[in-house]
């Protein structure tokens, strides 16, 4: 069965771009008509979907956050990508990323905390 | 974005208790409502989609219905496993929304 690993440091600057990979096996990122998702979670708050990507690169991303973010695909690697420049401590959080099925999310990566700290 | 507002924010109850979590939207999303399940430390994981589907391998204990505005996650008998979580999402529009969370707790 599909599962996802997110990959990226754990502490960012202020100001800089935090950068997160998802790793995707048991299946390849290529195959069904799937999206794939970048969903974070600010410490002991809810879920926020932050946008994403099908393997044909067309993107969707949450307009509260569209202006800071770009999500790119790699189906070489079976890897897509976070980056969400400018962060500030508001942007620490978890990171998950998702598959998208249909109009759920399914299954989920086990999740990364970023802490935005100098 | 639709706002999604769940109730209680937090439940104590027993094991073998009959649980009832509801989630209100702020307009109409159809049937277009799923439920997850998220224990600590761990991440969410799906339970119903479109309202009322049992997602595949999931304890026949859970349910759901509602459609519109109005939709409700029942457990109908609490088993241990089941304190943790839960959470409504819509995803009758973008930007897809979450619900804040109900978390059940044991008595």
């Known amino acids: 069965q599909v599962q996802l690993q997110e990959s990226g440091p754990g502490l960012v600057k202020p100001s800089q771009t935090l950068s997160l990979t998802c790793t995707v096996s048991g299946g390849s990122i290529s195959s069904g008509n799937y999206y794939w998702s970048w969903i974070r979670q600010h410490p002991g708050k809810g879920l926020e979907c932050i946008g994403y990507?099908?393997?044909?690169?067309?993107?969707y991303y949450n307009p509260s956050l569209k202006s800071r973010t770009t999500i790119s695909v790699d189906t070489s690697k079976s890897q897509f990508s976070l980056k969400l420049s400018s962060v500030t401590a508001a942007d620490t959080a978890v990171y998950y990323c998702a598959r998208v099925r249909s109009t759920w999310f399914d299954p989920w990566g086990q999740g990364t905390l970023v802490t935005v700290s100098s | 974005d639709i706002q999604m507002t769940q109730s209680p924010s937090s439940l104590s109850a027993s094991l073998g208790d009959r649980v009832t979590i509801t989630c209100g939207a702020s307009?109409?999303?159809?049937?277009?409502l799923n439920w997850y399940q998220q224990r600590p430390g761990k991440a969410p994981k799906v339970l119903i989609y479109?309202?009322?589907t049992l997602q595949g391998g999931v304890p026949s204990r859970f349910s759901g219905s509602g459609s519109g505005t109005d939709f409700t996650l029942t457990i109908s008998s609490l088993q241990p496993e089941d304190f943790a979580t839960y959470y409504c999402q819509q995803s009758y529009i973008t930007p897809w929304t979450f619900g804040q969370g109900t978390t059940v707790e044991i008595k």
């Open positions: 990507i099908n393997n044909s690169g067309s993107t």
């Open positions: 307009q109409t999303i159809s049937s277009s």
């Open positions: 479109a309202a009322s």
